[in-house]
């Protein structure tokens, strides 16, 4: 790949926030305190946050002017109709329930498709959502096409469902046994690769076929919409609201991590495709146990102004080119530098082979994390581990899981950094590569909560 063009910025910075750097014997000091987990790292310790792209985002001047439109009213607040009315225009769907994150919305709706002896299946499911199917009692199975296991081969699409292999599971365990259909757009744990349309309306025939539900795990539809618009025959011309109506149509069903694509700094969203659904009655109740009451759903109302606001600057196709050329601009540093990572690049960051940079370390003492840690103790630089550390033990054996990929995630926070400090985390990796042969242990877990370890985890380096 040639060197990419850096996209400006269709923004200009109005207020900014002071960072601190610390020394590299600083930094060693405060990631031996954190038990080598970045996430129990403070963000006052931290120069480059690439942690996560969740709720991370930096809020337009309209956004701001929208917290002080803010209705607060417990039930039937301004906002929430604002909200939904947004929601409605640009998904077409006929119920929408405000939570306050993507978690949520999995919490109050997977249970009432989902139990005992029931699977899910998906194109690929990220941490929280196959936490919360096995929290239901099912199983979670993973389809995505194999061409997304060769990180070097470069594809578009390497997000979709493999609809050979969803056949497959249905047939094997039995249609009345799958409870749901997740389509994750953008596929996060197979690399923020998007998805067809044309795989997405094959998935919905296929559901249809069976009488399963599908629903859409929309963190990051607009991202993917662009890239159908850019990559998918017959969509060039064809605006990214128009797409993402088409996306959204073919399922039955959404939730939705507002805290990515719709640019806000929490919440999140369900969404019903018929009016009618007998679903929505205990969504209801669910949401209003453990959300509050339907109309606010864990969010103020400053936050349902802010969302129904981003929603639409999430799709405006000019940030769009921008989100996406950041990534583009980061991945091409990478290539100069043989650098290994899940290409092309997908929308909201990138994921570094983190298996082909130590070879030598093997799956059980987390490669993607050796990395996240050396990155941190280089440059200052926080990220995730999408890999085996990520994935954890399987549910009903105990055994260390053996994921498809090691990445680390360069997760780029919206409308945050600069092309200055894309260059300081590909002159970081370079600073790795050049000793990596040199580390030859990664890291053992010695303490580990029951469920998505990744976060709280204490880890120790592994010495000869």
Not at 19 to 29: D, I, V
Not at 76 to 88: H, I, M, Q, T
Not at 321 to 345: F, H, N, W
Not at 356 to 378: G, R, S, T
């Amino acid at each position: 790949m040639s060197t990419a063009m850096y996209i400006p910025e269709p923004f200009r910075i109005k207020s900014v926030e002071p960072l601190k750097m610390l020394t590299r014997e600083e930094r060693e000091e405060r990631i031996r305190q954190a038990h080598y987990n970045l996430f129990n790292l403070r963000s006052d310790d931290v120069y480059i946050d690439l942690l996560t792209d969740s709720g991370t985002a930096a809020m337009s001047s309209a956004q701001w002017a929208g917290v002080m439109q803010g209705d607060e009213s417990y039930a039937g607040a301004k906002s929430y109709y604002k909200l939904v009315d947004a929601c409605k225009d640009i998904f077409g769907y006929g119920y929408i329930q405000p939570v306050h994150q993507g978690r949520a919305g999995e919490k109050v709706l997977l249970p009432l498709l989902l139990g005992n002896g029931k699977f899910a299946i998906s194109n690929m499911f990220f941490d929280t959502t196959r936490a919360h199917v096995e929290l239901a009692g099912a199983r979670a199975i993973d389809c995505v096409v194999d061409i997304a296991k060769d990180p070097a081969k470069r594809a578009p699409f390497k997000g979709n469902m493999d609809i050979e292999k969803m056949e497959q599971a249905i047939q094997k365990h039995g249609a009345d046994k799958i409870g749901l259909v997740v389509m994750t757009i953008t596929n996060n744990a197979a690399g923020g690769q998007p998805v067809s349309m044309k795989n997405l309306k094959e998935v919905s025939q296929v559901c249809k076929k069976y009488g399963i539900p599908l629903s859409i795990d929309a963190a990051r539809y607009a991202e993917n919409a662009y890239f159908i618009q850019r990559d998918e025959d017959g969509y060039q011309n064809t605006s990214i609201k128009d797409i993402v109506r088409e996306m959204f149509s073919y399922a039955d069903m959404f939730t939705m991590s507002s805290k990515k694509d719709a640019i806000v700094n929490m919440g999140g969203l369900v969404g019903i495709k018929d009016e009618n659904s007998p679903l929505i009655l205990e969504l209801k109740a669910n949401c209003i146990v453990s959300e509050g009451f339907v109309t606010y759903g864990g969010l103020s109302g400053r936050e349902l102004e802010t969302l129904a606001i981003g929603l639409y600057e999430g799709i405006d196709e000019n940030y769009l080119r921008y989100r996406i050329g950041q990534a583009e601009y980061l991945a091409s540093k990478l290539d100069s530098a043989k650098i290994a990572y899940q290409a092309p690049v997908g929308g909201h960051g990138v994921f570094v082979d983190a298996a082909a940079l130590f070879p030598q370390i093997p799956y059980y003492e987390f490669p993607a994390q050796v990395l996240c840690i050396e990155l941190y103790k280089e440059a200052g630089i926080r990220t995730c581990d999408i890999g085996s550390y990520m994935l954890g033990n399987d549910p009903d054996t105990g055994e260390q899981l053996k994921a498809d990929f090691e990445f680390t995630r360069l997760a780029l926070p919206r409308r945050v950094y600069t092309q200055a400090h894309l260059d300081i985390v590909a002159n970081a990796l370079i600073a790795i590569k050049e000793r990596a042969p040199k580390i030859t242990h990664g890291y053992k877990i010695t303490w580990q909560p029951p469920i998505l370890r990744h976060f709280q985890a204490h880890l120790a380096p592994i010495t000869e």
